[in-house]
């Protein structure tokens, strides 16, 4: 769908510099923009480039000025790029109403304005809010109760009793509520501890694909509101995240640690078991926490230490080598044999 440039400067609270009531057909990345489309830069290097381009016009930071472009200027691109391309690319609206193929116990309550897509479960005593979708093949478990304008993408299974808040997104193949690897040893058989737990999810949270949230074995494993989670993540059972954090992809958090709020998960980092991280800590990718984290600060290795005390570290190792063959010369001045 078309607009002009003013619609779009109106809608993420920008000034249009130049012709105002141009029409643009399409939003484009610079290096594949053709005339009518719009482009976006956020420094100097890629507003060069929307220059040079096909664009007809340009989000861009109010520092900038142009002679070749319409300008729409805003006070920060990235964010009116997100907010220009949900306007272009809207997602996929759904039909109301309950596929002939779904199965829905009859003490479930389905809001009538919901869409149950084909081969959905919907279990014993369930709650469906206003305009939630389960796209295909979800399985929603007893008890559980979902909000307003949820969407389930294809393939998600929820385990009973689990609570959803309104406006999360869960997408395709995640798994939430599945038991808590817990497990005691008796006369040398690992014997299984019931998860008796639930899953409560805060309202706003996304959750990537793949991910696995596991009930609490007692109490509840709690997702906290506008916490964003990456794909393939796991977060281990009784485990409280806080608000707003980001849990990057193949990150994972043992049973029972508490992340405050506005925490960072960087790819790949864990966390032991029992653990306190406070507000608004960052963990580097790869990083493995071994105890509790105050408030703030970037922590980064193995053990994670913060950031600077590990960098010091890593270069320390780096010059190993050469402090190894200047220790080997001085003994070797001094007629001494290496123990090495």
Wanted: charged content about 20%; glycine content about 12%; overall charge positive.
């Amino acid at each position: 769908m078309p607009f002009t440039a003013s619609e779009i400067a109106k809608h993420v609270g920008g000034e249009v510099v130049g012709e105002k009531t141009a029409i643009l057909k399409n939003f484009a990345p610079a290096e594949n923009a053709q005339a009518g489309d719009l482009t976006f830069a956020e420094n100097e290097a890629y507003f060069a480039r929307a220059e040079q381009s096909a664009a007809t016009a340009i989000i861009a930071d109010n520092r900038f000025k142009s002679a070749k472009k319409i300008l729409i200027r805003v006070p920060n691109a990235r964010i009116a790029f997100a907010k220009v391309l949900a306007l272009f690319f809207p997602e996929q609206k759904f039909a109301v109403g309950i596929h002939p193929t779904a199965v829905i116990a009859a003490s479930a309550q389905v809001d009538a304005s919901a869409h149950i897509g084909p081969h959905c479960v919907v279990g014993e005593r369930v709650r469906i809010g206003a305009r939630t979708v389960l796209q295909a093949g979800d399985v929603v478990g007893d008890d559980s109760k979902i909000g307003n304008d949820v969407n389930l993408f294809p393939g998600v299974t929820i385990y009973p009793r689990t609570e959803i808040g309104q406006r999360v997104r869960i997408h395709a193949n995640t798994v939430i509520g599945s038991d808590g690897f817990g497990y005691v040893q008796d006369k040398g058989i690992h014997l299984k501890v019931p998860q008796i737990g639930n899953i409560l999810i805060g309202d706003d949270v996304e959750i990537g694909a793949g991910v696995t949230v596991d009930r609490g074995a007692l109490g509840s494993t709690v997702i906290g509101k506008g916490t964003k989670i990456d794909n393939l993540v796991q977060v281990a059972h009784n485990v409280e995240v806080g608000e707003g954090c980001l849990l990057v992809a193949q990150s994972g958090i043992a049973g029972s640690s508490k992340l405050g709020n506005y925490v960072v998960l960087a790819g790949q980092a864990g966390i032991s078991g029992h653990l306190k991280i406070g507000n608004q800590v960052i963990i580097a990718a790869k990083s493995g926490v071994m105890h509790d984290i105050p408030d703030g600060g970037k922590w980064l290795g193995i053990p994670a230490c913060p950031d600077r005390q590990s960098k010091r570290q890593m270069i320390a190792i780096q010059l190993l080598p050469e402090l190894l063959k200047r220790v080997a010369a001085l003994e070797k001045q001094l007629g001494r044999k290496s123990k090495r």
